[in-house]
């Protein structure tokens, strides 16, 4: 066995299908006697349903969360904290609800309760990201790392089909680079094989269900909500490669939508790197039941209805170059080198929505 690190980051998980009821005994447990609510416009209903369950622990709501943590909203968040003198934070919503969390943690240290709505994980992570100037700036301090998390199920089923799937992708992107990242350890590599195989299980049912009108499924959701909590896991404990890095440069610079970007560039990413790392790819493939990791992710996005290439999300053939030239300026870990030519290859197979050759 090769030798390695390992860190466990605290934090204490509350999960299952009703787990928003123990929020009241989960504050007095953190010490805290004046919460202040987080949450988007969009979720403000459910802001304020969370501030009448909190009663007398509740400081009040800031409800101007948005995407990417502008700095100016930090501030005003920030602001708030103070004038009504919070001695907690609880952020319920997605990324962006906990990002600003996070933000208001680090100049304060209040702590953090997240209440996770979506798949994107940043609830596990000490990671914290605020935009100033067009310009995200990012960080690792394990004082923005909530100190509990409520993961309810039940809060999940009001996403919307396509944000389930393409939140839910990005969830598996984190455990699959997290299989071949620098930092791979053997537990984390049992976390991410595990989310993955959750969330393989879970979204399938949660877009057939959308299909065959039924019920909506809260085993599905609670599948795909595990998975989701371990590929935070997975994000915050080890370094990510090549993926994460070329959705970033696709996403900041030709302003393609997020998550699905990611779920594009996945399989294509992993096809890259299957030779350089074919232990993940036992893990992947095995997790998905499939005959190799690359096929196994594509399948997955075809069959959940999620775009396949970048020319569907807008990308011009004439902007690849340019995206190659970007994405190998600044070095970067990569079970594989990353070479100019071989991920121009990369991108035009991504672009056209190529079918990963058999061999990862
Ligand atoms: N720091 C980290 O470790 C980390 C990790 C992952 C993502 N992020 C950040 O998180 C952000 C993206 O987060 P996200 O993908 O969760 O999106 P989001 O938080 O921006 O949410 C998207 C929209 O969906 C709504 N929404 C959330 N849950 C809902 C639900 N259950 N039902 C109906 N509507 C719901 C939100 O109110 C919002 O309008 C990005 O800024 C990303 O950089 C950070």
């Not at 997605?94 to 969390?101: D, K, N, Q, R, V």
Request: with cysteine.
């Amino acid at each position: 066995m090769l030798p390695f690190v390992y860190e466990a980051l605290p934090s204490r998980v509350v999960f299952g299908v009703g787990s928003l009821e123990k929020l009241p005994e989960e504050v007095d447990k953190l010490g805290a006697t004046r919460a202040l609510v987080l949450c988007t416009p969009e979720q403000r209903s459910i802001g304020a349903d969370i501030v009448v369950m909190l009663g007398a622990r509740s400081a009040g709501v800031f409800d101007g969360a948005v995407m990417h943590v502008p700095a100016e909203v930090a501030a005003a968040a920030r602001d708030k904290a103070k004038r009504l003198g919070a001695d907690c934070c609880i952020a319920i919503g997605g990324g962006s609800t906990t990002g600003l969390a996070k933000a208001i943690a680090l100049t304060s240290e209040l702590p953090i309760l997240a209440i996770p709505t979506t798949y994107a994980g940043s609830e596990m992570t000490p990671i914290w990201g605020i935009t100033e100037g067009g310009v995200k700036k990012t960080g690792r301090d394990v004082r923005v790392l909530p100190k509990t998390v409520i993961y309810d199920p039940a809060l999940t089923t009001s996403l919307p089909v396509g944000l389930s799937v393409s939140s839910g992708i990005n969830a598996i992107a984190h455990c699959v680079e997290a299989l071949y990242s620098r930092d791979a350890n053997p537990i984390i590599s049992l976390i991410a094989e595990e989310g993955i195989r959750a969330l393989a299980s879970g979204l399938p049912e949660i877009v057939n269900q959308e299909i065959v009108k039924q019920p909506r499924n809260l085993d599905a959701r609670s599948r795909a909500l595990y998975g989701a909590w371990l590929g935070g896991v997975s994000l915050g404990a080890v370094g990510m490669a090549l993926h994460h890095k070329l959705c970033h440069t696709l996403g900041g610079t030709f302003n393609l939508p997020h998550a699905e970007t990611h779920t594009v560039v996945l399989p294509h990413a992993v096809a890259y790197n299957a030779a350089a790392a074919p232990e993940a790819m036992r893990h992947i493939a095995r997790a998905l039941s499939a005959r190799s990791a690359a096929e196994g992710l594509y399948d997955l996005a075809a069959s959940l209805g999620a775009p396949v290439s970048l020319q569907a999300l807008g990308m011009r053939r004439e902007q690849l170059d340019q995206a190659a030239d970007l994405a190998v300026q600044n070095p970067y870990y990569n079970p594989r080198p990353v070479t100019r030519e071989g991920i121009r290859g990369l991108l035009e197979n991504a672009f056209e929505g190529r079918r990963p050759a058999s061999a990862g």
